[in-house]
C-alpha cells in the first residue's frame, strides 16, 4: 500500500517545514507548498490525498484553496487550520465544505489522526452516496 499524499499548504515556511518533517515521519508523503497558488499547481500534478491548508495566507486564501480543491476532486478532504481559531471563521471553513478544522499552535498528536479520520469520513461518505445512488435505481 502507498504511503497517502498530503498536500500541506503554510506560507510560514518553519511551520511548513516542521509539519512536513512530522507527517513524513508518520508514514505521509507530503506534498509542500508555500501559498496557495503553488498549492493548486501542485494539487493539479501531484494528485493529493488529503490537503491541510492554512486560512490565511496572502494572495489566494485557505478558503479559496478549499474552494478550488473541491471544485477539482470533492472527494478529496481538506482540513483548515489556522491561530485565529473564531466562530466565524470555523462556520465559514464547515460551509465552505471543509472536513474538519484545526486550531494553532497544532497539537502534534493529533494532526495525523485528524487527517486519517478526515480521509475515512470521506471514504464512508462516498460509500453512502453509491448505496444511495444504487437504492435509487431499484426505484
Known amino acids: 500500500m502507498s504511503a497517502t499524499r498530503v498536500l500541506i ?3 510560514n515556511p518553519g511551520a511548513l517545514e ?3 518533517l512530522l507527517l513524513e515521519d508518520e508514514g505521509f508523503y507530503v506534498i509542500p507548498a508555500p501559498n496557495g497558488r ?3 499547481e501542485r494539487f493539479d500534478t501531484a494528485n493529493p490525498d488529503v490537503v ?3 486560512l490565511h495566507m496572502p494572495g489566494i486564501s485557505g478558503l479559496d484553496v478549499l474552494a478550488a480543491v473541491l471544485e477539482r476532486a470533492p472527494n ?3 482540513v483548515m487550520m489556522t491561530s485565529d481559531f473564531t466562530p466565524e471563521n470555523i ?7 471543509a472536513a474538519d478544522f484545526m486550531a494553532k499552535p497544532l497539537v502534534v498528536e493529533t494532526i495525523a489522526t485528524i487527517l486519517r479520520n478526515a480521509m475515512t469520513r470521506d471514504a464512508s461518505d462516498d460509500a453512502s452516496d453509491d448505496a444511495s445512488d444504487d437504492n435509487s435505481e431499484d426505484t
Open 76 to 78: 478529496v478532504p481538506v
Open 52 to 54: 491541510l491548508t492554512d
Open 9 to 11: 499548504v503554510e506560507d
Open 91 to 97: 462556520s465559514c471553513a464547515f460551509r465552505g465544505g
Open 38 to 40: 503553488i498549492a493548486l
Open 18 to 20: 516542521a509539519l512536513s
